[in-house]
């Protein structure tokens, strides 16, 4: 009992290390994409530090919900990878310890982190979607060309849609605009114009648009009338007041839903609606991906001990492939979820079980020295490759 209670607090302290570098990395690759294009908008639009280094951990939640479950796997697969090269799975054999006995520190390390993934899904994605949005509109407030994207519909005012086809930043300068104006339900207005310059209000929470020699087409619903009239210029004022206002109270997406608020859509919404479809999925996927840490990390496992009698870089590309075969059933689940085909529950939790399937698979044979073939065929094609590369 006192070896079992050696080996397990050596066990832990060796997944912390790899657990936090691909933690790290992983985040860094995830956020990448927001990374560039948050500072785009810095660079262009001379917004804050302090908004980027804001906008950027308003993000955080939703990416580490699904890097924490591939940081497990990886931190694992590392962890028995290095234990199979140094011998030390062989000389825990010798000394009577079976494979089985080095689950136990691996499942409470993946339990760990867990429940950290399922803070992040349950708690910080919703707080991070609605705060990301609060702040991208206090950022429209000091400028607002940064509500507006190239060749992009924009919908960010209550009622009124964007889309302009360039924009020059430093004349304020717009081409080819064209606006949807429906504040006024009576009266439903589509604007076109070539050319337009936007020019601040009185305050910061206004803005002028100005257009010049374009088109108001009107349509007047009650009397069933169409109105088309020309202009030179033509000015349209934006008030961000009113949307500062509406932010907290449009319907959330599912993703900005809390758990209580899923839970009550759930009892009250219209069951045959797709926005009932997506909220039950996406309350099962809250819980669904923290669960995969547990699953991942004792498929590491075996994966780790098998791959050791191949190189430690085809021990890696094993590992990734297999959470990129955890992530396809997830996103199949996701589409057929979504699309009504397979029930939600069984859409989030196949991916589970069918990866639980595998490890459990994987540690019996695994155990009882039975590693799959495929790791010898590996491991013979690296050798073939790595001596044709001396050759040469």
Sequence with gaps: MKLNSIVYRYIFRELIPPFIMNLVFFMFVFLMRQILEITHVIVNYQVGVLAFFLMLAYSMPYFLAYIIPMSVMMSALLTFLKLSSDNEIVALKAGGVSLYQLLPPVIVFSILSGVLAAFMSIYGIPWGQQAYKEMALHVVQSNFNIGLKERQFIDSFDGV???VNKIDLQNNALTDIYIEDQR???LASTIVAPKGVIFSGEDKFSFILSLY???INQVDVKNHAVYATKFDTYDLRLDLKDAMK???QREKKEKEMRIEELTGYLETGDRQSKKYLNVKMELHKKFSIPFACIVLGILAVPLG???SATRKTAGLGIG??????YYLLLSAGLVFGEAGHIPPVAAMWMPNVIMAGLGIYLVVRTAN???LEVFGRI????????RHGQAV
């Design 320 to 325: 990734l492939i297999a959470f990129l075969f």
């Design 379 to 386: 491991n013979h094609i690296l050798r073939v490759l790595f």
């Design 369 to 371: 020295d039975r590693p």
């Design 184 to 186: 006024n339900e009576a």
């Design 161 to 163: 849609m964007f889309y």
């Design 213 to 215: 020699k374009g088109t």
């Design 305 to 307: 001990v098998a791959s």
């Design 246 to 248: 509406n932010v907290s």
